[in-house]
């Protein structure tokens, strides 16, 4: 497509359930990325995926966070058992390559909040 | 530890000011350095990124950025600031090994008339 897609725009959830957010990167971008940004502040790494290697996931807060993509498309990343501090928007990113010199294209995000 | 440091948390420029935002960063590699911008409810947008060369780089909107090796900075730079620039400003560094952005926690920019 011609820009990174998010789906939802916004999930409210209750406490304790599971989620699952949506990411379509830019086609032909290899790498896609993972960040999480609470209300007032910076964006924090969650993880990166490049091709067909392992992911980094350096950056996942606790096991209740994964992600999962298929190939160079689609990636879900799913949060379990949410709690409130769960509250965040939800950015992902893609770029033609690792080090890219393009930088990122973002999407919209997903603004999650849990109740 | 790679980082990067936004000193100012909330600036006020008046409209047709200049502007100065300020960044800086630890990095063990040469770094390449970029400038988003976070509106209301938008996504980030680049601004402008550095990676060798010419130390002052533009970009768009009529921002610029300067790249000072010797002290750990890539400030941005708008001659006159517009009532539309009111936003968030985020810096953050990379490298050519593909490493994930570390971005700072912004600057939120207020413009008054």
């Known amino acids: 497509g011609a820009g990174v897609s998010q789906s939802p725009s916004n999930k409210v959830t209750e406490k304790g359930k599971d989620v699952e957010l949506r990411c379509d990167p830019i086609?032909?971008?290899?790498?896609l990325y993972w960040y999480r940004q609470r209300l007032g502040q910076g964006l924090e790494f969650l993880i990166y995926?490049?091709?067909?290697?392992?992911?980094?996931k350096s950056g996942l807060p606790s096991d209740r966070f994964s992600a999962e993509r298929t190939g160079e498309s689609v990636s879900t990343l799913t949060i379990q058992r949410t709690q409130q501090e769960d509250s965040a928007v939800y950015l992902c990113?893609?770029?033609?390559?690792?080090?890219?010199?393009?930088?990122?294209?973002f999407g919209s995000g997903t603004r999650l909040t849990v109740v | 530890a790679q980082s990067v440091t936004q000193p100012d948390i909330h600036i006020t420029v008046s409209e047709g000011a200049s502007l100065e935002l300020r960044c800086n960063y630890s990095y063990g590699a040469t770094p390449y350095l970029f400038w988003y911008v976070q509106s209301p409810g938008q996504g980030l947008q680049l601004l402008l990124k550095?990676?060798?060369?010419?130390?002052l780089v533009q970009g768009i909107k009529g921002f610029e950025a300067e790249f000072k090796r010797s002290q750990s900075s890539f400030n941005l730079r708008k001659p006159s600031v517009h009532w539309s620039d009111a936003a968030e400003y985020f810096c953050a560094v990379g490298s050519q090994a593909g490493t994930a952005l570390i971005f700072g926690k912004g600057t939120t920019l207020s413009v008054s008339s």
């Open positions: 550095y990676f060798s060369g010419d130390t």
């Open positions: 995926f490049q091709g067909n290697s392992a992911p980094d």
């Open positions: 990113a893609s770029s033609f390559k690792p080090g890219d010199r393009g930088g990122y294209t």
């Open positions: 086609s032909g971008h290899t790498a």
